[in-house]
């Protein structure tokens, strides 16, 4: 059981800090690539704004001072025109080219100036991406078109460059929370240990200590009846201790089904043997009752498990079904191979399920309140018990109600 809530207290430990990591991871690498995309928007719009050319800046000039030139702006210095490769182009609106400027650029030639100006004029206005270029097209006065092709390699290599160490650091931040939380983790669930030990601890011993007094008062009773003879407050206080004594059995079973090692024999035996034989012994239990039983159980399946453990968790879901069934309603019990292992479905119609209580069923001691009462009798523990063989053999089990009226038990053992 702790180990159990070790291992699901690590893994939520590390998907939380995994999910954190991963949206610091995309949130920086989002903003970095909005903030270069920004700039070469900026770039495309200051050199569309100024007719296909780069303004030259100068800090000591006005902004209405001479033409082409203006003060620095945001990322812009005095060194940007010499460090931005660009060329631009101008088509009419038929896409043949009039014009082009190339003189800020060397890596392209006046052949492929061509293949960029039927990519501009497939596009149309706006922004768009092509090779190592980012561009804007835009409608001049004269009613053709310009298109300015930035150069936004250095750009595209800062955002790749933060992008890989971004990702670095974030792959070995989470390994090493991982490894810390792995570490820690026996450490934080220590007093969550110490409580659970002492809990079974309290339940073995108390178990124990009500043993004795409840032989002592069955066998006072039976000598009692052998004196006055039957009487029925007699048989009300054996019920009584009869079903004391199979709750004292139940959390001793209970107790020992969820200590860490605990003694099961795992060997080699025919399942569909023991499921049938098993079942089949509630089959007249059953019939009292008004329910029929239908089995469909796949024969020679070999399980390597506890047969004891099997045959009990068996006995806890005919018992379940039985007692809760809808009048003169049928029940169903299969078994399946189901991987490597076997899957264990029994299935009977219900009154009144709700589906939102389905999981409280696994709980100790819970009973839904139209059936706590003395007529259907158990604890509330048996699928508890239930739950603790299928969770020892590696596997699970759940409940669920498909159309609101039949309930399925679902056992799946590894």
Same mark, same amino acid.
């Given at each position: 059981?702790?180990?159990?809530?070790?291992?699901?207290?690590?893994?939520?430990?590390?998907?939380?800090?995994?999910?954190?990591?991963?949206?610091?991871?995309?949130?920086?690498?989002?903003?970095?690539?909005?903030?270069?995309?920004?700039?070469?928007?900026?770039?495309?719009?200051?050199?569309?704004?100024?007719?296909?050319?780069?303004?030259?800046?100068?800090?000591?000039?006005?902004?209405?001072?001479?033409?082409?030139?203006?003060?620095?702006?945001?990322?812009?210095?005095?060194?940007?025109?010499?460090?931005?490769?660009?060329?631009?182009?101008?088509?009419?609106?038929?896409?043949? @080219?009039?014009?082009? !400027?190339?003189?800020?650029?060397?890596?392209?030639? /006046? =052949? &492929?100036?061509?293949?960029?100006?039927? $990519?501009?004029?497939?596009?149309?206005?706006?922004?768009?991406?092509?090779?190592?270029?980012?561009?804007?097209?835009?409608?001049?006065?004269?009613?053709?078109?310009?298109?300015?092709?930035?150069?936004?390699?250095?750009?595209?290599?800062?955002?790749?460059?933060?992008?890989?160490?971004?990702?670095?650091?974030?792959?070995?931040?989470?390994?090493?929370?991982?490894?810390?939380?792995?570490?820690?983790?026996?450490?934080?669930?220590?007093?969550?240990?110490?409580?659970?030990?002492?809990?079974?601890?309290?339940?073995?011993?108390?178990?124990?200590?009500?043993?004795?007094?409840?032989?002592?008062?069955?066998?006072?009773?039976?000598?009692?009846?052998?004196?006055?003879?039957?009487?029925?407050?007699?048989?009300?206080?054996?019920?009584?201790?009869?079903?004391? @004594?199979?709750?004292? !059995?139940?959390?001793?079973?209970?107790?020992?089904? /969820? =200590? &860490?090692?605990?003694?099961?024999?795992? $060997?080699?035996?025919?399942?569909?043997?023991?499921?049938?034989?098993?079942?089949?012994?509630?089959?007249?239990?059953?019939?009292?009752?008004?329910?029929?039983?239908?089995?469909?159980?796949?024969?020679?399946?070999?399980?390597?498990?506890?047969?004891?453990?099997?045959?009990?968790?068996?006995?806890?879901?005919?018992?379940?079904?039985?007692?809760?069934?809808?009048?003169?309603?049928?029940?169903?019990?299969?078994?399946?191979?189901?991987?490597?292992?076997?899957?264990?479905?029994?299935?009977?119609?219900?009154?009144?399920?709700?589906?939102?209580?389905?999981?409280?069923?696994?709980?100790?001691?819970?009973?839904?309140?139209?059936?706590?009462?003395?007529?259907?009798?158990?604890?509330?523990?048996?699928?508890?018990?239930?739950?603790?063989?299928?969770?020892?053999?590696?596997?699970?089990?759940?409940?669920?109600?498909?159309?609101?009226?039949?309930?399925?038990?679902?056992?799946?053992?590894?």
């Amino acid at each position: 059981m702790i180990q159990t809530l070790r291992k699901r207290f690590i893994k939520i430990s590390i998907l939380t800090v995994a999910c954190v990591m991963v949206l610091l991871f995309a949130a920086v690498n989002t903003v970095n690539f909005i903030s270069e995309n920004a700039k070469l928007n900026n770039t495309l719009n200051m050199i569309s704004d100024n007719g296909g050319e780069m303004p030259l800046f100068k800090p000591d000039m006005p902004e209405n001072g001479a033409q082409n030139r203006r003060k620095p702006d945001g990322d812009f210095n005095e060194e940007t025109p010499f460090s931005t490769r660009f060329f631009v182009l101008y088509y009419d609106e038929n896409g043949e @080219k009039t014009d082009e !400027n190339l003189s800020q650029i060397a890596a392209v030639t /006046d =052949e &492929e100036t061509e293949t960029y100006v039927k $990519l501009a004029f497939s596009h149309g206005e706006g922004y768009g991406f092509t090779e190592n270029y980012k561009y804007q097209v835009t409608k001049t006065d004269d009613g053709n078109y310009m298109a300015v092709f930035v150069n936004d390699s250095r750009e595209m290599n800062t955002a790749l460059t933060l992008l890989l160490i971004s990702l670095g650091a974030t792959v070995f931040c989470i390994a090493l929370i991982s490894l810390m939380i792995v570490l820690f983790s026996k450490k934080a669930m220590e007093p969550v240990a110490e409580s659970y030990a002492k809990q079974k601890q309290f339940i073995t011993d108390a178990s124990h200590e009500l043993k004795t007094p409840i032989t002592v008062i069955n066998t006072s009773l039976s000598v009692l009846e052998m004196e006055v003879g039957k009487q029925k407050w007699i048989d009300k206080a054996k019920a009584q201790c009869d079903k004391l @004594k199979e709750l004292v !059995n139940s959390l001793v079973t209970l107790s020992k089904m /969820d =200590e &860490e090692n605990i003694s099961l024999q795992f $060997l080699d035996f025919h399942i569909s043997d023991a499921v049938t034989e098993t079942v089949l012994s509630f089959k007249d239990f059953a019939e009292s009752q008004g329910h029929v039983l239908q089995m469909d159980i796949t024969p020679d399946i070999t399980y390597h498990g506890d047969e004891y453990a099997v045959r009990q968790l068996c006995s806890i879901l005919m018992d379940n079904a039985i007692k809760y069934a809808a009048a003169d309603t049928p029940i169903h019990f299969t078994m399946q191979r189901y991987k490597k292992g076997v899957k264990i479905m029994c299935e009977n119609a219900g009154e009144h399920i709700d589906v939102k209580e389905l999981d409280k069923l696994f709980e100790r001691f819970y009973r839904t309140d139209k059936s706590r009462n003395s007529q259907t009798g158990g604890f509330g523990i048996g699928l508890s018990i239930a739950r603790s063989i299928c969770e020892a053999h590696g596997g699970s089990i759940h409940a669920e109600s498909p159309d609101g009226k039949n309930i399925v038990f679902t056992a799946k053992l590894k």
